[in-house]
């Protein structure tokens, strides 16, 4: 049985009275949840995005206590897929705390051998139940593929290993737009991380979901499964 416990650390406002100088003090609570399942997993990411969507976000997980926890080990209960991007941080997205997601994060998202072993890593040896492949409004990375295939533009450096590995996702299909080109990347690569030895046999087993999910830039992660 996997569990995750998240705390949330409340600030509380005490004010002493007889005191000449007011003076506050800051309280915390813990509030621990058992994550079974993808689905339980599943619904802590959305009800996190909703918080931060509706600019509620917590702290969470951060204080001391918490740090102190993770000497001892860490137990994520998702592995977020996620670009690069600096205006798409999944922790922020989700309102997590350290110690929650496993995030694996490159440009447009693309897997090679060393990103599908750390997604291996955090499904099979963590134990981490669900895995979301994010991709994002206005991703750089899909653009830029999109417009050296569409638009014929040249791609200099390293850069064009990721266009490399981006361009089935618009030449196969076809993409009409940019955003038609990030979602299929988004379905590309999910089936790519399913199609893994190793994360196949976990989904066979039923101890994996893999998922994508696309975030709008207002805030608003959208589940695609």
């Given at each position: 049985?996997?569990?995750?416990?998240?705390?949330?650390?409340?600030?509380?406002?005490?004010?002493?009275?007889?005191?000449s100088?007011?003076?506050?003090?800051?309280?915390?609570?813990?509030?621990?949840?058992?994550?079974?399942?993808?689905?339980?997993?599943?619904?802590?990411?959305?009800?996190?995005?909703?918080?931060?969507?509706?600019?509620?976000?917590?702290?969470?997980?951060?204080?001391?206590?918490?740090?102190?926890?993770?000497?001892?080990?860490?137990?994520?209960?998702?592995?977020?897929?996620?670009?690069?991007?600096?205006?798409?941080?999944?922790?922020?997205?989700?309102?997590?705390?350290?110690?929650?997601?496993?995030?694996?994060?490159?440009?447009?998202?693309?897997?090679?051998?060393?990103?599908?072993?750390?997604i291996?890593y955090?499904?099979?040896?963590?134990?981490?139940?669900?895995?979301?492949?994010l991709?994002?409004?206005?991703?750089?990375?899909v653009?830029?593929?999109?417009?050296?295939?569409?638009?014929?533009?040249?791609?200099?450096?390293?850069?064009a290993?990721?266009?490399?590995?981006?361009?089935?996702?618009?030449?196969?299909?076809?993409?009409?737009?940019?955003?038609?080109?990030?979602?299929?990347?988004?379905?590309?690569?999910?089936?790519?991380?399913?199609?893994?030895?190793?994360?196949?046999?976990?989904?066979?087993?039923?101890?994996?979901?893999?998922?994508?999910?696309?975030?709008?830039?207002?805030?608003?992660?959208?589940?695609?499964d």
């Open positions: 049985m996997k569990k995750f416990a998240v705390t949330f650390t409340l600030l509380i406002m005490v004010t002493f009275a007889g005191c100088n007011n003076s506050t003090a800051v309280q915390s609570q813990t509030v621990e949840t058992t994550v079974k399942t993808s689905d339980e997993a599943l619904a802590l990411l959305k009800a996190g995005n909703e918080r931060f969507y509706e600019n509620e976000s917590r702290q969470v997980n951060i204080n001391a206590e918490r740090r102190e926890t993770l000497t001892k080990g860490q137990d994520p209960y998702a592995v977020i897929v996620g670009c690069s991007d600096s205006r798409v941080t999944p922790t922020h997205l989700f309102n997590a705390g350290l110690g929650e997601l496993f995030e694996i994060r490159t440009a447009g998202n693309v897997l090679d051998d060393t990103t599908l072993g750390s291996e955090g499904a099979e040896h963590l134990e981490t139940p669900l895995i979301v492949v991709g994002h409004e206005n991703c750089g990375a653009t830029a593929t999109y417009d050296a295939v569409v638009k014929k533009q040249e791609v200099e450096g390293h850069i290993d990721i266009v490399k590995r981006i361009t089935p996702s618009i030449t196969e299909t076809n993409a009409s737009s940019v955003e038609d080109a990030i979602y299929q990347n988004i379905k590309d690569v999910e089936e790519q991380i399913k199609e893994d030895a190793v994360i196949k046999e976990l989904i066979e087993e039923g101890k994996v979901k893999v998922i994508g999910a696309y975030y709008n830039l207002n805030g608003k992660v959208t589940f695609l």
